[in-house]
């Protein structure tokens, strides 16, 4: 049928033009929300778990899902299925032939949503996933779920009326974009929600994003690592500009840094050995901080071992400079910087 960007979507969705079969790909956040809505356009929005049917990576096999579509509703006109990361690198020749042979011929009362979440690594699995999406494209819809897409003043003084009751201004949604750049979708919501809780009036001013400011010293740290992976130097020294008008520590600076990189570390390893990176969250204490290891598995495709492990020694070079120097430290962070950005420009796609 087609394949479709977030504003697309959306309006296909609030006109009820279902299809009953399709791919999602693209913001994480984004994809959750999206999955959602199709579940309540098809379903209604108080439907229940027994016309939902999840199937994840670990729990698959072409014979469930067959079972999962072929199932009658019970309390709704149709049956969705929502099938999360499909485990590409599991099937055989003729497990992904079935597979293709089941997406085909989905039954009219069913509808199936293939989230694909996390990158699709390794050339064999990338061509198999291709050939679903070439598929979808024709028979079904693929949306690609991109933040660029999103209206983000729009959505925040939507979630604003719509979940606080409270009435933002275009000027305000600007201002907490701004001060919350290259956040996740679900980490924009959550600085709404903070300001909107605690402003006690019906309208969100100037004066009540105070909050968002007094945490942006920590949260502009993390802003570094995201700036580097988006090969972004220019926004680095503006971030780093920024920390050290407030007078952030340097050490706290790095460490930052080295939080992420370690994250992407960690998610290379663990994808490198055939395992999810979602089994960080029992290897190490990501607890309420599972964004993190979404985040890394996101960008693993795009960075070598190599190229990781190279910018944690630079990090553990710097961390050293700044605790047995005392001098330039603004210096050694700079100089920091530009070393990572050369590091990851020349080792990206190795």
């Known amino acids: 049928m087609s394949e479709i960007n977030y504003t697309q979507f959306k309006k296909s969705i609030s006109l009820k033009e279902l299809s009953n079969l399709y791919l999602l790909t693209g913001d994480p956040d984004l994809i959750h929300h999206c999955g959602s809505k199709i ?34 509703p019970i309390s709704a006109s149709k049956k969705c299925v929502v099938l999360k990361e499909v485990p590409w690198e599991y099937f055989s020749i003729e497990d992904f032939e079935t597979f293709l042979k089941i997406i085909s011929d989905v039954p009219s009362f069913s509808i199936l949503v293939i989230a694909q979440i996390s990158p699709v690594i390794g050339s064999k699995n990338s061509s198999r996933f291709s050939k679903v999406k070439s598929f979808i494209k024709k028979s079904g819809i693929y949306a690609n779920l991109l933040l660029k897409d999103v209206p983000l003043e729009k959505q925040l003084i939507t979630w604003a009326k719509k979940e606080y009751n409270k009435i933002l201004k275009e000027p305000e949604a600007k201002k907490i974009i701004s001060l919350c750049r290259e956040y996740p979708l679900h980490e924009l919501k959550n600085e709404l929600k903070k300001v909107c809780e605690f402003e006690s009036e019906d309208f969100i001013t100037e004066s009540s994003l105070k909050l968002i400011y007094s945490s942006k010293i920590k949260v502009n740290a993390f802003e570094l690592s995201r700036a580097l992976f988006d090969g972004n130097i220019k926004r680095c020294f503006e971030v780093l500009d920024g920390l050290f008008s407030q007078n952030e520590e340097p050490i706290r600076i790095v460490a930052a840094l080295s939080a992420d990189f370690i994250d992407l570390y960690r998610a290379i390893i663990l994808i490198e050995n055939g395992r999810n990176p979602s089994e960080l969250i029992n290897l190490f204490d990501y607890k309420k901080k599972e964004f993190r290891i979404k985040s890394a598995q996101y960008r693993s495709n795009k960075f070598s071992r ?8 630079l990090l553990l070079e710097a961390d050293f400079k700044l605790k047995s120097e005392s001098f330039s430290f603004k210096a050694i962070i700079s100089e920091l910087l530009i070393k990572l950005y050369k590091k990851i420009s020349s080792n990206v796609n190795d």
């Open 39 to 72: 579940l309540s356009a098809a379903l209604g929005k108080n439907y229940t778990a027994f016309d939902v049917i999840t199937l994840k990576d670990e729990s698959f096999s072409n014979e469930k899902l067959q079972l999962a579509l072929d199932t009658f």
């Open 306 to 313: 190599k190229c990781v492990e190279q910018c944690l020694e």
